[in-house]
C-alpha cells in the first residue's frame, strides 16, 4: 500500500528542472487551480471585448465580430493544445525561446532560440503596455460621465504610468497577495461576467434578434457608407479585418509556462492550465459578447455617443448611469487584474532571459524575502513604462509599437511549434504525459496555417483612404523586431545563449 508524500511532487519537479539544466531557485506551491487561473486572468477576454468593440462594430458588425470569435477560438485551442505538448516536455519559465532552443538541432538552437526570445518578449511586454494604455482610457472615460473632467492624451499617459506602477509594486510585495489576487480575478472573470452577461439579456428594453447578431454585415472602415473596403476590395477583406478583435481578445496563453517553475507538477498542470483556460475564456467571452450584441439598441448611436466607448454606452442604455458605471467598474478591476498577471508573466521571461544571460544576469536575482524575481518585475515593469511613451506623439505611433504584440506572440508560438512539426524523431524522444500523440503533427500543421494567415491578416490595412494616421504599421514593427534580432544575432546571440544551447542539447 503507497503512502502519500507531500514532498514527492516537489522533488520529481526538481529532478524535471535539472534535467533541463536548471536548479530550483523559485518557490513552487502553485497548483491546478491558482495556474490556471493566472493564464485565464492574463486572457481576460472581457478587456480585449471592451477594448475592441468599436473596431469589431465597423469591421464587419455583429455577424463577423460572433462568428468570427468562434472561428478564432477554435483555432487558437489547437494552438494551446501544441503548446500544452511542448510545455508538458520542458516546463521551465523561459517558455518559448527555451523550447525553441530545446527542439532545435545543435547548429540551429542558439538563432531559433533567440529569434523566438525577442518576439516573446516584445509581445508580452507591449502587450501589458497595451493593457496599462487601454485600461487607462477606459477609465477616463467613466470619469467623463459625470463630470466636467477632460481625458487628454497626457492624462492617459500618466493615468497609464500610475497603473503599471501599482502593477510592479503589488508584484513585488509577493506572493501571498497574488494568490489572493489569482481568486479573485477569476471568480470577477467568470462569475462576475456571466451575471452581468445575463443581466444584461433580461434587462434590456429590446432584444436584436437572432439574424442580426450573426448575420447582420456592416462596413465601417471608410469615411461613408459606400467608400469602405467592402465596395473598394471586398466584403470579405473586412470579414478578415474584423476577426481581429478576437485574435487580440483571445491570446497571451503562455502564462502557465512562463510560471512552470513555480507550479508543483508543472509536466501535467501547466497544459492542463493552458488547455482549460483558453476553454473557459473562449466560452465566457462568446456569451459577454452575445449578451452585448443582442442587448445593443443601434449601431451607430453606440458608435458615436458621448461616452467614446460602445460598450460603456450599452451598459447605460441598459441598466442607467449609475447602474452601468458600477457594472463598468466591475470590469475595470477584472481588467486590472489582467495586467497585473500579465507583468507577473513578463518578470519570469526577463528572470529567464536572465538567467541564460541573453540580459544582464543581475536581473535573474530572486528576493529571499519577497519570494520572487523583484529585480525582474521592476525591470519589466520600465520597458512597459517605455512602451507607453509613443502614445504621446499620437494614437497611431502607439499603435504602432503595440501591433507587434499579437503578431509577435503568435509568431513566438509558432517557431518551437514548427520546429517541433520539422524535426518530429527529436520531438519525440522528449514529449511528456501529456501527449497528442498521432494527432500532434496534424494539429501542428493546421495551426500554423492558421498563424502565417492570421499574421498576414493583421499587417492589412483596416481603415480607408490609407493615410498616415490609417496605414497599418505592423508589418514595418515585425520587419524591424526581425532584422534587428537577426542582425544581432552574431554578436550577442552565439555568447549570450552559449549556457543555454549547452543546456538544451544535454539531454536531447
Not at 157 to 179: D, E, K
Not at 286 to 291: E, G, R, V
Request: hydrophobic share 50%; charged share 10%; net charge neutral.
Amino acid at each position: 500500500m503507497s503512502t502519500w508524500d507531500p514532498n514527492a511532487f516537489q522533488k520529481d519537479d526538481e529532478a524535471k528542472l535539472e534535467d533541463l539544466g536548471y536548479k530550483q531557485q523559485l518557490l513552487r506551491n502553485l497548483d491546478l487551480l491558482q495556474s490556471f487561473g493566472i493564464t485565464y486572468s492574463v486572457i481576460c477576454t472581457p478587456f480585449g471585448i471592451v477594448f475592441l468593440f468599436e473596431n469589431g462594430l465597423l469591421t464587419g458588425g455583429p455577424a463577423i465580430m460572433s462568428s468570427g470569435w468562434i472561428i478564432v477560438a477554435f483555432f487558437s485551442v489547437l494552438i494551446g493544445l501544441s503548446m500544452a505538448e511542448i510545455v508538458s516536455a520542458a516546463p521551465a519559465s523561459g517558455g518559448p525561446y527555451f523550447w525553441s532552443s530545446k527542439l532545435a538541432p545543435p547548429e540551429h538552437s542558439a538563432f531559433a532560440s533567440w529569434i523566438t526570445g525577442w518576439f516573446n518578449c516584445l509581445g508580452m511586454i507591449s502587450g501589458t503596455s497595451t493593457v496599462a494604455f487601454g485600461l487607462a482610457g477606459m477609465i477616463g472615460t467613466l470619469a467623463t460621465v459625470k463630470s466636467t473632467y477632460e481625458h487628454t492624451p497626457g492624462r492617459q499617459l500618466a493615468l497609464a504610468t500610475a497603473i503599471v506602477v501599482s502593477w510592479s509594486i503589488v508584484n513585488a510585495l509577493g506572493r501571498r497577495i497574488l494568490r489572493f489576487i489569482v481568486y479573485f480575478a477569476t471568480a470577477v472573470n467568470s462569475f462576475g461576467i456571466v451575471t452581468i452577461s445575463i443581466a444584461l439579456l433580461c434587462k434590456a428594453p429590446t432584444r436584436r434578434p437572432s439574424s442580426f447578431v450573426f448575420g447582420d454585415f456592416f462596413d465601417g472602415t471608410g469615411p461613408g457608407a459606400t467608400a469602405g473596403w467592402s465596395i473598394r476590395a471586398s466584403p470579405a477583406y473586412v470579414a478578415c479585418c474584423g476577426a481581429l478583435m478576437a485574435q487580440y481578445s483571445i491570446l497571451f496563453y503562455d502564462a502557465s509556462a512562463h510560471l512552470a517553475e513555480e507550479t508543483t507538477r508543472a509536466t501535467w498542470v501547466a497544459p492542463l492550465s493552458i488547455i482549460s483556460a483558453l476553454g473557459l475564456s473562449a466560452f465566457v467571452g462568446l456569451f459577454f459578447l452575445l449578451a452585448l450584441l443582442f442587448s445593443i439598441q443601434d449601431i451607430i448611436p453606440t458608435v458615436t455617443s458621448i461616452y467614446n466607448q460602445p460598450v460603456l454606452k450599452i451598459l447605460i442604455d441598459i441598466f442607467g448611469e449609475d447602474g452601468g458605471m458600477i457594472v463598468f467598474v466591475v470590469i475595470l478591476v477584472s481588467s486590472w487584474a489582467c495586467g497585473l498577471l500579465c507583468l507577473t508573466a513578463d518578470s519570469r521571461l526577463i528572470f529567464a532571459l536572465s538567467r541564460d544571460r541573453a540580459l544582464p544576469g543581475y536581473f535573474s536575482k530572486v528576493s529571499v524575502r519577497l519570494l520572487g524575481p523583484v529585480r525582474a518585475i521592476f525591470l519589466s515593469a520600465f520597458l512597459s513604462f517605455c512602451f507607453l511613451l509613443p502614445s504621446i506623439a499620437s494614437v497611431c505611433a502607439f499603435a504602432a509599437i503595440t501591433s507587434i504584440s499579437t503578431i509577435g506572440m503568435l509568431i513566438s508560438y509558432g517557431i518551437p511549434i514548427a520546429i517541433g512539426f520539422i524535426y518530429q524523431e527529436r520531438f519525440d524522444q522528449l514529449k511528456g504525459p501529456f501527449n497528442l500523440r498521432h494527432w500532434s503533427r496534424i494539429i501542428a500543421a493546421i495551426v500554423l496555417t492558421w498563424i502565417c494567415f492570421i499574421c498576414i491578416i493583421l499587417c492589412l490595412p483596416i481603415a480607408t483612404p490609407i493615410t498616415v494616421n490609417t496605414f497599418n504599421y505592423a508589418p514595418v514593427a515585425v520587419g524591424v523586431v526581425f532584422i534587428s534580432a537577426k542582425d544581432l544575432t552574431g554578436v550577442n546571440c552565439n555568447k549570450s545563449l552559449e549556457k543555454l544551447v549547452s543546456r538544451s542539447q544535454q539531454n536531447p
